[in-house]
Every structure is written in structure tokens, then in C-alpha cells.
């Protein structure tokens, strides 16, 4: 049974247009489950009705218990204010996202949802709506006490509560992944056309012809590859610094625009392209030690801190305006206070994500394995349809590590401005693992 979490008492059910809310008849607060305060916010004019319908003191309280605890989940609720309200503080849950309204909010909702009376022309809009640096988070949660994971089980299951996040995130708005789907289309044309420019070069040669003239254009044929693949690196940060600004938009209530997303990559184009350069360099050179005699744990070593530290540095790239070397400063001076739940969260993360691109790899493995018996048309086929498969899983995948940092980075300024700790927003997502 549901239980107020201002007096205890069990909460009644009524309908209203095809939401069923709870509510208590004795404090006159109601309870909205996750989503449900957005969609009665899209029908103002219920929420008079839904206030009248739980008035306090139609029930005399019995139980007399201020628990401040979610009615779902019985996890304590925390401060929260909605991008469409922000001047009514409210109590919402981080780990279900429910919402409670105490008796005479909806009010004062319905109040600030109407619109004002205009006595002067609206402000211009901002000169650049990619300058978000100074926006507050509106979609977070303060968590004054943030407990960190006991083992690597809690590790895994934090982890594992920010995908799930990350994927209500998707579900609402299915155009973070559409720059990651676009990379990965762009790089596969690149090298559908190196391809072609290798062949049309070879005089469209077939066979022993095409293997004779391979052998001869090595060089060539090498310097093209790795053309193609600088050119799908850069092209990957390019695509990753709009997801960022994607997400950043979205945690400070700022419309999540495809077009806007790119303008801000193209801004911070230089040190994009300084960041992939670096990734390349330490990529390289973490390839060398691996593959020496006794350098290999070594190698492994700089190959993973560097990619943590390449995706640390992206979203100060994007949303401080900051060259390679700034946002390296920059990033010392934001995360040396944050190094052990940084450590801890990504070993879930990287884990699960280690999961995602075993599955995606392993689905053309297995088509190819199954189907090569039954000819080439079925091959084809099966290889192409488990292709797009692992392009939208590593889509995902390399959206939700991208967001992953995009919260972190966002919590560790919030946590550099912040007064008391109590004060400091922890972006929605981030909030959910860490309560």
C-alpha cells in the first residue's frame, strides 16, 4: 500500500481523464508517478480538478508520521524544480522519478502556467545558443550525501542503473543517437569510395590482374587506409562533441536541436581535431607496447587512461569553448577532487559497455559462421541485416559512454561553484546510480 510521505497515511486512487493519481485526504498532497506530472502539466486546466479532489482534513490523520519517503520505492525524496515550473520547489524520487506536490502546489502551477500579460516586447533571443556554459541544471537532483560503491558488485549495478538511464533518455528523445548513426554511415561510405578509388586506380582490374597491381601499390594502398582512418577519427569526435551538446542542452532545459549540436562541434573544431590527433598519438604508441615483450600489461595500461581521459576532456572541449591544452588544465583543476567515484563508475560502465560491443561483434560472427553454407545471396543478407544490428548497438553504446561523461563532467562543476554540498545538482541520470 502506497503511504503519504508527509503524514503516513494511505493515499486514495482517483481518475482523471485517464490518469490514475494518488493523493491523501488528510495532508491534501498528491503523488505522480514517472511522467505523469508532465502529461497533466499538458492539461492545465486538470489541475484544479486534481487539486479539489484530495482536500485536506477529509480524513483525520491516524498515523501522525513524516517520513519524507517515496510512496513507490520508500526512497527518500529529494528537492527538485521542473524546467516548466522552476519557481515552485517540489519533492520528486531519483531512483523512480515520481513526484509529490504538497496541498495548494497545483495551484500555484496552474498560476505560473498561465501566460502573462505582455507589456514590453519579449528579449532577443541569444546571440549563440550554444553558449551553455553558465546555464544551471534544471533536470537533476541534489544528493547531499553521495555513497560510494562498497565493491565491484555495486560497481557493476551502478553501472548498470545510468544505461537504464540512459535509455529512458533515448526513449524520450531518440535524436541523441542520430550524430553517432551518422558516423558510423559516413565512415562506412569513406571506405565504400576508398574502395572504389582503389579499384578505378587499378584500371578495374580483376583477379590475378587486381592481386598483381595490389602488390605493386602497397604504399599507396596503405597511405589511403590510413587517410580513411584519421579522417573517421576526427569524423568520430566531430559526431561525439554534438552528442554532448545534445545532452548538455537537455540537463539545462534548452531544446535538443540536431542543427544547434553541430554548430557547436564546428565552433570547437580545432580542438576536436587537436583531441583525435592526441587519441591517435597515444593509440599508437600504446599499440607499440603492447606488442613488445613485457610491455604489454603496460600498453593495455595508457590505452585505457587515455580513453577515459579523452571523454573526460570532449564535453569541456564542447561546452567551455576550450583548446586541447585549456581543457587539459581545465580538467585537472575540475576532476582531481572527484578521481574515486570517476575510478569506480568506470569500471561498471566500461564493463557493461565491454558487454554491448562482445554482442554486436558476435552477431556477424555468427551470421556469417551460419549462413556461408547456404550461399551467397543468404550471407549477404544475414551479414547486412546483423551489420545494421551492431551499428545500432555500438550507436548506443558509444551514446551512453559519451553521456556518462557529459554527467560527470557537469557534476564536478556544479560540486567547483556550489557553496555547501547540499546545494550541488546531480544531473538526472548520474543521480539515479549514485542514490
Known amino acids: 500500500m502506497r503511504r503519504c510521505p508527509r503524514c503516513g497515511e494511505l493515499l486514495w486512487q482517483r481518475k482523471f481523464d485517464g490518469l490514475i493519481l494518488d493523493g491523501c485526504r488528510s495532508c491534501g498532497g498528491t503523488w505522480f508517478d514517472s511522467r505523469e506530472f508532465d502529461q497533466l502539466l499538458q492539461s492545465p486546466e486538470l489541475l484544479v480538478k486534481v487539486e479539489s479532489a484530495f482536500r485536506k482534513g477529509e480524513q483525520p490523520p491516524m498515523r501522525h508520521q513524516a517520513t519524507n519517503l517515496c510512496p513507490i520505492c520508500n526512497k527518500p525524496l529529494t528537492p527538485f524544480r521542473h524546467p516548466k515550473v522552476p519557481s515552485i520547489p517540489l519533492d520528486s524520487c531519483p531512483h523512480c522519478l515520481g513526484v509529490w506536490v504538497d496541498e495548494g502546489e497545483l495551484s500555484e502551477i496552474h498560476k505560473a502556467l498561465q501566460p502573462a500579460p505582455q507589456t514590453a516586447p519579449p528579449p532577443p533571443p541569444a546571440e549563440d545558443p550554444t553558449a551553455t556554459e553558465d546555464l544551471p541544471i534544471v533536470r537533476g537532483y541534489h544528493l547531499p550525501n553521495v555513497h560510494h560503491a562498497r565493491d565491484w558488485f555495486d560497481q557493476i549495478l551502478r553501472g548498470l542503473t545510468f544505461i537504464v538511464s540512459a535509455f529512458r533518455l533515448l526513449q524520450e528523445n531518440p535524436r541523441f543517437i542520430l550524430p553517432i548513426l551518422l558516423n558510423i554511415a559516413l565512415g562506412f561510405s569513406l571506405l565504400v569510395l576508398l574502395g572504389l578509388g582503389v579499384w578505378a586506380m587499378s584500371g578495374f582490374a580483376v583477379g590475378t590482374e587486381l592481386n598483381r597491381w595490389l602488390e605493386t601499390g602497397q ?97 569541456i572541449i564542447i561546452i567551455e569553448d576550450l583548446s586541447l591544452i585549456a581543457a587539459m588544465r ?106
Open 330 to 435: 581545465r580538467g585537472i583543476e575540475i576532476y582531481r577532487r572527484h578521481l574515486l567515484p570517476i575510478a569506480a563508475g568506470e569500471v561498471g560502465v566500461r564493463l557493461i559497455s565491454s558487454v554491448l560491443n562482445f554482442v554486436a561483434i558476435t552477431s556477424i560472427v555468427s551470421a556469417a559462421a551460419l549462413l556461408a553454407p547456404f550461399g551467397i545471396l543468404p550471407l549477404v543478407i544475414g551479414v547486412s541485416v546483423s551489420a545494421v544490428f551492431a551499428a545500432v548497438v555500438w550507436s548506443v553504446n558509444a551514446f551512453i559512454t559519451t553521456a556518462y561523461h557529459t554527467c560527470l563532467y557537469l557534476w564536478a562543476v556544479e560540486y567547483e561553484r556550489a557553496v555547501a554540498p547540499e546545494q550541488v545538482t546531480v544531473p538526472a541520470p548520474l543521480a539515479a546510480a549514485l542514490v
Open 219 to 315: 604504399v599507396l594502398l596503405i597511405a589511403a587506409v590510413v587517410i580513411w582512418y584519421l579522417a573517421t577519427v576526427t569524423l568520430g569526435f566531430f559526431f561525439k562533441g554534438a552528442v554532448v551538446s545534445m545532452v548538455d542542452a537537455y540537463l539545462k532545459g534548452r531544446p535538443v536541436s540536431l542543427s544547434i549540436a553541430f554548430r557547436d562541434a564546428l565552433k570547437n573544431a580545432d580542438g576536436l581535431l587537436a583531441l583525435a590527433l592526441f587519441n591517435i598519438l597515444i593509440s599508437w604508441l600504446s599499440s607499440m607496447l603492447s606488442n613488445r615483450r613485457g610491455t604489454s600489461g603496460l600498453g593495455n595500461i595508457i590505452r585505457t587512461v587515455a580513453e577515459v581521459v579523452t571523454y573526460l576532456l570532449l564535453p
